[in-house]
């Protein structure tokens, strides 16, 4: 390939690709946190977030990381997971488990979930979430994903060391950014979706609608929430439909004599 070829291939990619965050959660070995840089630059990526990593910076990260300082260096750490996907319009989660809470899942492959991180981050930010090394992702925090995602791997023994995980997630994602390239210029725009931080104000505007019409009781909640972001997650009202059910969620409390503000 000539350089001026290779230039206008991989141009596009770095725009395409730097709305991609990955999210590594609590990290326990701070050399984990290097690999996951190295792995991400190796495959054209740089926003790497964190969350309440237990040791960062540390020496082992930067030993790890090798060539790819610049993407520790500019890694950006937070006190929650909410704080990290507040302004993402699509959340995976990493995680073997197909049910939590007795609920089945919305699941990808590691090819979909490559697919669908790319065509959504022409839009907005999206996110690619791991767990902490020994336990994953914990149920609440798959709950805040529209998505779980594994990568298929020895029935017997399909168990992988993170950094391995985002290393083979991270080259589908690459890949399949070279097979999309050559498609998408004037394609037309995905439809628009809220961001997490739009769909919290409404999961919790949708629990105080319920309580105050004697829904949901307070003192025994049970599972109605749980059930109702799998619902909410599967469905991705966009945008547009996310405001009119705000709508109909005040009219509700109104009608109820309990109009809040649910700003």
Request: proline share 5%.
């Amino acid at each position: 390939m000539s350089k001026r070829t290779a230039s206008s291939v991989i141009q596009p990619l770095v725009t395409m690709l730097q709305n991609i965050r990955i999210i590594l959660i609590n990290t326990f070995h701070p050399g984990n946190i290097g690999s996951a840089a190295r792995a991400m630059k190796t495959m054209g990526l740089s926003d790497l977030c964190l969350v309440t990593p237990q040791r960062f910076p540390a020496p082992e990260a930067d030993s790890m990381a090798a060539g790819a300082l610049d993407v520790l260096e500019n890694a950006r750490v937070f006190a929650s997971l909410d704080a990290a996907i507040a302004d993402c319009a699509l959340v995976i989660g990493t995680s073997a488990r197909t049910r939590t809470h007795s609920f089945s899942r919305p699941m990808l492959g590691a090819e979909a979930c490559a697919e669908k991180l790319l065509c959504e981050s022409r839009q907005s930010p999206v996110a690619l979430v791991f767990g902490q090394e020994t336990m994953g992702l914990t149920n609440s925090e798959l709950e805040k994903c529209h998505f779980h995602t594994s990568i298929d791997a020895n029935p017997e023994y399909p168990v992988l060391n993170v950094a391995s995980a985002i290393q083979i997630l991270c080259y589908e994602i690459f890949k399949a950014s070279l097979n999309k390239e050559n498609h998408w210029h004037g394609a037309t725009p995905e439809q628009e979706y809220p961001l997490n931080k739009e769909l919290e104000k409404f999961y919790e505007h949708l629990e105080t609608t319920l309580t105050d019409i004697d829904f949901i009781i307070q003192q025994h909640p049970g599972l109605v929430m749980t059930r109702l972001r799998r619902l909410f997650n599967r469905a991705r009202p966009e945008a547009k439909e996310l405001n009119m059910l705000r709508g109909i969620l005040g009219a509700a409390q109104k009608a109820s004599g309990k109009k809040r503000n649910n700003d």
